[in-house]
């Protein structure tokens, strides 16, 4: 069993930035003596004093500095439900390798201990660029949403009383154009006339018939 006495050291380092930034700002690839914390680190199970898995790693607690502290880890509960989560100083953390694998183990500390912990406390991050604009949207939206409201009465009440106002004029002019209509009617009604009716067709007289001679 290899103690990870680097992995510290490992975690704390930060790559200083100089001239030469090509060379020292990135990283082109994952060397041997390093590894992911999303690949081993974050969900590996937590063994107790006496070798049970009392908890699992489910982050990391990081300085202002950009250097871990410590890591949070869940313990009981069931399948997550009611799942406690406690946080432990990264030097309380022994890290080992066992058959190839990380082996994560809190050797002063037994399962009772664990369960007596207090429960970590996880301060609200800080809010997003995002959330920050949106809260001022909704904000504003509050704010102006008395004035949209007003402003939306004084129209409908302005608009109620153009209708009041321009309904006896609609009505008188309704009414004149009524009376033109009926007046127009009455002048084309008495100055027309009526066709003569065709005179009958004379019905021709049959021709006399010549008396009968006398024998």
């Given at each position: 069993m290899k103690?990870?006495?680097?992995?510290?050291?490992?975690?704390?380092?930060?790559?200083?930035?100089?001239?030469?930034?090509a060379d020292t700002t990135f990283l082109p690839a994952q060397s041997d003596a390093e590894y992911l914390a999303k690949d081993h680190l974050i969900g590996?199970?937590?063994?107790?004093k006496d070798g049970t898995i009392v908890a699992d790693?489910?982050?990391?607690?990081?300085s202002d500095q950009n250097q871990v502290v410590g890591?949070?880890?869940?313990?009981?509960?069931?399948?997550?439900?009611?799942?406690k989560k406690i946080g432990?100083?990264?030097g309380s953390i022994q890290f080992d390798e066992k058959d190839g694998k990380l082996f994560v183990s809190l050797p002063d500390l037994t399962k009772e201990m664990i369960?007596?912990?207090?429960?970590?406390?996880?301060?609200?991050?800080?809010?997003?660029?995002?959330e920050r604009a949106k809260e001022k949207v909704d904000e504003f939206s509050d704010k102006s949403k008395p004035?949209?409201?007003?402003?939306?009465?004084?129209?409908?009440?302005?608009?109620?009383a153009a209708k009041e106002a321009a309904g006896p004029a609609l009505e008188k002019a309704k009414e004149a154009v009524s009376g033109a209509i009926d007046s127009a009617k009455e002048a084309v009604g008495g100055s027309s006339t009526e066709p003569a009716?065709?005179?009958?067709?004379?019905?021709?007289?049959?021709?006399?018939?010549?008396?009968?001679?006398?024998p």
């Amino acid at each position: 069993m290899k103690r990870h006495s680097l992995f510290a050291a490992t975690l704390l380092a930060v790559a200083p930035l100089g001239a030469a930034w090509a060379d020292t700002t990135f990283l082109p690839a994952q060397s041997d003596a390093e590894y992911l914390a999303k690949d081993h680190l974050i969900g590996a199970k937590v063994h107790g004093k006496d070798g049970t898995i009392v908890a699992d790693i489910e982050d990391l607690i990081v300085s202002d500095q950009n250097q871990v502290v410590g890591v949070v880890m869940g313990t009981g509960g069931y399948f997550g439900w009611a799942e406690k989560k406690i946080g432990v100083a990264l030097g309380s953390i022994q890290f080992d390798e066992k058959d190839g694998k990380l082996f994560v183990s809190l050797p002063d500390l037994t399962k009772e201990m664990i369960d007596s912990a207090p429960e970590f406390v996880r301060k609200k991050p800080a809010k997003s660029l995002f959330e920050r604009a949106k809260e001022k949207v909704d904000e504003f939206s509050d704010k102006s949403k008395p004035q949209i409201d007003e402003a939306k009465q004084k129209a409908q009440e302005a608009l109620d009383a153009a209708k009041e106002a321009a309904g006896p004029a609609l009505e008188k002019a309704k009414e004149a154009v009524s009376g033109a209509i009926d007046s127009a009617k009455e002048a084309v009604g008495g100055s027309s006339t009526e066709p003569a009716p065709a005179p009958a067709p004379e019905t021709p007289a049959a021709p006399e018939q010549p008396a009968p001679a006398n024998p």
